[in-house]
């Protein structure tokens, strides 16, 4: 049985995407998975475990105890991104000479608000080390951690409700419908989604939640918005049907360890504007061809003279080296280089 532990699953946010696709490539290997995590959806819950929590000093039994009976672990972040160090210590304690996989979506230099910590990440002789890009693979590296990278691996999305999903924002008729699919905190730059869409004469809609007290800055920049702008999902629909309804996607961070948007919008066949953040350059030399976050002209030239055949090529691309399949090959391969074999039965 393999663990899946992170500060938080189940929501929107990347690392719970991520967790969750690995939980079912996992299962396809044959491997039975159970989820713990701090907050959200999870076979069970430790709240200790939540973000800037303060970890117990029964932490370590009541993990123990929820862990008992894991042949492998995989940790989500908890041990890369310093946001509660007491649970990383407990974690990485009860680990120690067992197996289990650091999965590490963020490292705590690629944030102003964290220093390069001593220490960080934990390392242990039983465990492997796994980035979700090559440019952490390479900084884990420099500091003495060896670890692999494999990039996100995403379902075929199902069918998206375009009409209805429009008609219950309140989309008028032939208007643009432009989607920012993000929480919304500094780094996903906000404004310069709402400025593209007001270039574009698009309404604009941000499906994810306000997090770390941005909620009034958020309202001040939506109140100030030069058309109409629509927040989170209607009760009834998914992230399939938001796709469906947009005209065009906008991810304009500015920085990311991944972005899963980036690989939604292409299996959704959706144009994409992409801010310049470090890892999409990464990704985009896998042969995406995307448009710029920061001038309008182009997606707006897209737009007004569509070309199926982008779309067409950047569904391919990700379908080749982001989807569910190439993911599960990938985790089989890991098990099987790390001596892990006898899991698959």
Not at 65 to 91: F, H, K, Q, T, Y
Not at 168 to 189: E, H
Not at 328 to 342: M, P, V
Request: charged share 20%; hydrophobic share 45%; glycine share 10%.
């Amino acid at each position: 049985m393999v663990a899946v532990v992170s500060f938080r699953l189940g929501g929107p946010d990347g690392v719970s995407v991520v967790a969750d696709h690995w939980a079912e490539a996992l299962r396809r290997l044959g491997l039975r998975v159970r989820t713990l995590a701090g907050a959200g959806r999870a076979d069970r819950l430790l709240p200790e475990l939540r973000m800037d929590a303060a970890a117990g000093p029964g932490l370590p039994g009541r993990l123990a105890e929820a862990l008992d009976g894991a042949d492998l672990v995989v940790v989500e972040n908890i041990c890369s991104l310093p946001r509660n160090p007491g649970a990383a210590a407990a974690l990485a304690g009860y680990l120690a000479g067992r197996p289990a996989i650091l999965h590490h979506h963020d490292l705590p230099w690629q944030r102003d608000e964290f220093a390069d910590l001593p220490g960080w990440p934990p390392d242990d002789a039983a465990w492997r080390h796994v980035t979700i890009n090559e440019l952490s693979r390479k900084e884990l590296a420099d500091r003495g951690v060896e670890a692999t990278t494999i990039y996100g691996g995403f379902p075929v999305p199902a069918p998206g409700r375009r009409d209805l999903a429009r008609e219950l924002l309140g989309v008028a008729p032939g208007r643009r419908l432009l989607l920012q699919p993000t929480r919304a905190i500094p780094r996903k730059n906000v404004p310069a989604g709402l400025a593209m869409a007001e270039a574009l004469g698009a309404d604009f809609w941000l499906t994810g939640p306000d997090e770390d007290g941005y909620g009034p800055e958020l309202d001040r920049l939506l109140a100030g918005a030069a058309g109409p702008v629509h927040r989170r999902l209607p009760e009834g629909l998914t992230m399939d049907d938001a796709y469906s309804a947009s005209d065009a996607v906008v991810f304009p961070s500015t920085w990311e360890g991944f972005g899963a948007p980036l690989i939604e919008a292409s299996m959704h066949r959706r144009p994409l504007a992409v801010g310049d953040y470090p890892v999409a350059a990464e990704l985009a030399a896998f042969g995406f061809r995307w448009f710029p976050a920061d001038d309008p002209a182009p997606l707006r030239a897209f737009l007004d003279h569509p070309d199926p055949t982008l779309l067409s090529h950047n569904h391919a691309v990700a379908l080749r080296h982001f989807s569910l399949d190439a993911l599960t090959g990938q985790l089989a391969d890991l098990l099987q280089s790390a001596g892990w074999a006898h899991l698959l039965g």
